[in-house]
């Protein structure tokens, strides 16, 4: 759904509601998104959980949420968690969003890549593949023949699996280059007619995985030379955010990159890094 749709959905008064829906219920809710995503809804958002979660309450035949938040709570609901999670993300984003990084992005890898071992960059947050699209797009340009590594992440696993399939609506991608679309993707056919397709080739370059950044423990993912972690701090409190940076600090070459989104500022949060440009860190210590 559209920003401006999906904000007219989050208010009540458009759409009243046919679900109970308390205040205890609104509480819950934001407990259990902030255990288990570190996503902490402020008490402006009891419209938006409505809209985004009475969907899976309906398809659950529920006529309450408390009733649905019971189904969580049991055994039965293990399954249940995941459609909870992906309901409640906000996954907007879209290709070479805050281009800077990616100018940014193709002077560090013409620098760096090249060694013994591959240029490594991590989109953490990559929504519906935009942004990992995107660092592709840029280092199959800047590098040639030297390889590069990519890896995109997501807690939600309803993106993560548009994100791989690599298709988009033409209004998605009408304000890239005529030969930037020309070199990496197919129109599509069948389906999805009136939509064009990342070229499989440069698809598979990157490998999709579900990663949860609250996590204590992270699978093994080795270092990177770029993360980016864009527009999903914002999220977390600061004690989260202080965590994340913790660890991303572990997963970064010394002469590594962290970029960040427009209106997340780390400077008050954490010593590990240090600014290097706008929106951009490198390690403190590097
Ligand atoms: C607004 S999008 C940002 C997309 C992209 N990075 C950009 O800047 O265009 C935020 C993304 O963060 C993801 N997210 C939220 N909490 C997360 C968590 N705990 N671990 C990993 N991803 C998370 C959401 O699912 C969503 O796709």
Redesign the pocket.
């Known amino acids: 759904m559209g920003g401006v749709l999906r904000a007219l959905a989050d208010t009540e008064a458009i759409f009243p509601r046919d679900l109970h829906f308390s205040e205890a219920d609104f509480r819950a809710v934001r407990s259990l998104l902030y255990h288990k995503?570190?996503?902490a809804l402020s008490d402006a958002k009891n419209h938006m959980a409505y809209a985004r979660l009475a969907k899976r309450v309906r398809h659950q035949g529920f006529k309450s949420f408390a009733d649905y938040l019971a189904l969580l709570d049991s055994p039965e609901g293990a399954n249940e968690w995941e459609h909870f999670i992906n309901a409640l993300?906000?996954?907007?984003?879209?290709f070479f969003?805050?281009n800077h990084h990616f100018d940014l992005l193709q002077q560090h890898a013409r620098q760096y890549a090249g060694g013994a071992d591959a240029y490594r960059v991590w989109?953490?947050?990559?929504?519906?593949g935009?942004?990992p699209y995107s660092i592709l797009f840029t280092l199959a340009q800047s590098l040639a023949a030297r390889s590069y590594d990519i890896v995109a992440?997501?807690?939600?696993t309803q993106?993560l699996a548009k994100a791989a399939a690599g298709v988009y609506g033409y209004d998605r991608v009408s304000k890239l280059a005529p030969a930037l679309l020309q070199r990496f993707f197919v129109r599509g056919v069948g389906s999805n007619a009136g939509k064009v397709k990342v070229k499989a080739a440069y698809a598979q370059q990157i490998q999709f995985r579900q990663?949860?950044?609250?996590d204590d423990s992270w699978p093994q993912l080795g270092l990177f030379d770029v993360i980016?972690?864009?527009?999903?701090l914002i999220?977390?409190d600061k004690q989260t955010q202080a965590g994340i940076l913790e660890h991303f600090a572990r997963h970064l070459k010394p002469h590594g990159l962290l970029l960040l989104?427009h209106s997340e500022n780390i400077q008050h949060i954490s010593n590990t890094f240090a600014p290097c440009g706008k929106t951009a860190y490198r390690l403190a210590r590097g």
């Open positions: 995503t570190g996503i993300t906000t996954n907007l984003t879209s969003r805050e989109s953490s947050a990559a929504s519906t935009e942004e992440s997501d807690i939600d993106v990663l949860n950044l609250v980016f972690c864009r527009n999903v999220y977390f989104g």
